[in-house]
T-cell receptor, first 111, second 118 residues
Framework: DAKTTQPTSMDCAEGRAANLPCNHSTISGNEYVYWYRQIHSQGPQYIIHGLKNNETNEMASLIITEDRKSSTLILPHATLRDTAVYYCIVRVDNYGQNFVFGPGTRLSVLP | SAVISQKPSRDICQRGTSLTIQCQVDSQVTMMFWYRQQPGQSLTLIATANQGSEATYESGFVIDKFPISRPNLTFSTLTVSNMSPEDSSIYLC???????????????FGEGSRLTVL
């Protein structure tokens, strides 16, 4: 079973920041938080991951709470092309095993 | 980042037949995985394709139904055997790659093979 809980769906206005929450209250000290997204009819795409510190890349920012029990993925300026299902996954970094995909959050970016 | 090609991208199959899906990676990778995504559902791991040995299957998946080959570090196949309409899904190949270094990596996915069984 997935170790994370996410809202089923969210809407965001185009050009605004999209903040996608994820709860992982049972996360262990050596487990990373990964975010992927799946645009309709495509394979999942890696977005970002982190362990303790906040992370930022060209796609998004990842904010992890100090107790690591929750995190937020931030898309700073959402576009229509960001409409997708977003998956939050926690796992030990061990060569790709243990990627358990939950239902994810369906983000709809509205014009 | 690893680039993954899957063939076929989609197919329509008759009940009782078998179909083999191919996965080609543009670089040598240690870990390759096969996932299934049923209509409207999330991804479920079928098995880990091990180079030079039998695949490791997840609970609910068996070798007779989903035989897997991994002849080298860049190629794998998944066969869906004796298909029924319940096997209609997207089948996705994925690989683990540590990229440019560091102590973490990413899971990369192919575009998937969409199977419809009539």
């Amino acid at each position: 079973d997935a170790k994370t809980t996410q809202p089923t769906s969210m809407d965001c206005a185009e050009g605004r920041a999209a903040n996608l929450p994820c709860n992982h209250s049972t996360i262990s000290g050596n487990e990373y938080v990964y975010w992927y997204r799946q645009i309709h009819s495509q394979g999942p795409q890696y977005i970002i991951h982190g362990l303790k510190n906040n992370e930022t890349n060209e796609m998004a920012s990842l904010i992890i709470t100090e107790d690591r029990k929750s995190s937020t993925l931030i898309l700073p300026h959402a576009t229509l092309r960001d409409t997708a299902v977003y998956y939050c996954i926690v796992r030990v970094d061990n060569y790709g095993q243990n990627f358990v995909f939950g239902p994810g959050t369906r983000l709809s970016v509205l014009p | 980042s690893a680039v993954i090609s899957q063939k076929p991208s989609r197919d329509i199959c008759q009940r009782g037949t078998s179909l083999t899906i191919q996965c080609q990676v543009d670089s040598q990778v240690t870990m390759m995985f096969w996932y299934r995504q049923q209509p409207g559902q999330s991804l479920t791991l079928i098995a880990t394709a091990n180079q030079g040995s039998e695949a490791t299957y997840e609970s609910g998946f068996v070798i007779d139904k989903f035989p897997i080959s991994r002849p080298n570090l860049t190629f794998s196949t998944l066969t869906v055997s004796n298909m029924s309409p319940e096997d209609s899904s997207i089948y996705l190949c994925s690989v683990w790659d540590r990229g440019g270094g560091g102590n973490t990596g990413e899971l990369f996915f192919g575009e998937g093979s969409r199977l419809t069984v009539l």
